[in-house]
T-cell receptor, first 111, second 112 residues
Framework: QKEVEQNSGPLSVPEGAIASLNCTYS??????FFWYRQYSGKSPELIMF????GDKEDGRFTAQLNKASQYVSLLIRDSQPSDSATYLC???????????FGPGTRLSVLP | EAQVTQNPRYLITVTGKKLTVTCSQN?????MSWYRQDPGLGLRQIYY???????DKGDVPEGYKVSRKEKRNFPLILESPSPNQTSLYFC???????????FGPGTRLTVL
């Protein structure tokens, strides 16, 4: 069974703090990893993707990948109330043919 | 404007009445996919297509059909809808399977 797991939350952080979102996956052959943000009633929108072990930074966002531990995370620095949303981790499995999404973590940034 | 469109956006129907949800993309993407989203379960892939006339089952294909006769269109067909197919449906496309997926606005389906 291919699985992607996330803490459902809600994760509450004060404005300006660092929010840390975690994701684990079951398929060791997974090749690409994505973080999407989804506001209530809206479609998912890409925040960033990562393919290689290590860190990848884009503005206030940093994705971290550790394939040996089958773990990917997203850090949001200087969190803003507008970051309040559900964050979905997605993993490309089955040699790149299908995607498996985690259940999402709901983040609440308190002003 | 590059986009994925879905129609209808909202649909209420009755058990057993065949329906089709259309999906179209204008980005010349090869990979297209259908998902359903249910509370607590996240997005689950129903079917995907690697290219024209190439489709395959995702994690929850039962009760659904798809076709890919043209590159831009990927309709989702429910031959005999049941109440457990009440859900929010998203179509998505990407240039290649490993690439970023772009999502349509979603179709909220209620089966009575």
């Amino acid at each position: 069974q291919k699985e992607v797991e996330q803490n459902s939350g809600p994760l509450s952080v004060p404005e300006g703090a660092i929010a840390s979102l975690n994701c684990t996956y079951s398929d060791r052959g997974s090749q690409s990893f994505f973080w999407y943000r989804q506001y209530s009633g809206k479609s998912p929108e890409l925040i960033m993707f990562i393919y290689s072990n290590g860190d990848k930074e884009d503005g206030r966002f940093t994705a971290q990948l550790n394939k040996a531990s089958q773990y990917v995370s997203l850090l949001i620095r200087d969190s803003q109330p507008s970051d309040s949303a559900t964050y979905l981790c997605a993993v490309n499995m089955n040699y790149g043919q299908n995607f498996v999404f985690g259940p999402g973590t709901r983040l609440s940034v308190l002003p | 404007e590059a986009q994925v469109t879905q129609n209808p956006r909202y649909l209420i129907t009755v058990t057993g009445k065949k329906l089709t949800v259309t999906c179209s993309q204008n980005m010349n993407h090869e990979y297209m996919s259908w998902y359903r989203q249910d509370p607590g379960l996240g997005l689950r892939q129903i079917y995907y297509s690697m290219n024209v006339e190439v489709t395959d089952k995702g994690d929850v294909p039962e009760g659904y059909k798809v076709s890919r006769k043209e590159k831009r269109n990927f309709p989702l067909i429910l031959e005999s809808p049941s109440p457990n197919q009440t859900s929010l449906y998203f179509c998505a496309s990407s240039l290649y399977p490993l690439d970023t997926q772009y999502f349509g606005p979603g179709t909220r389906l209620t089966v009575l």
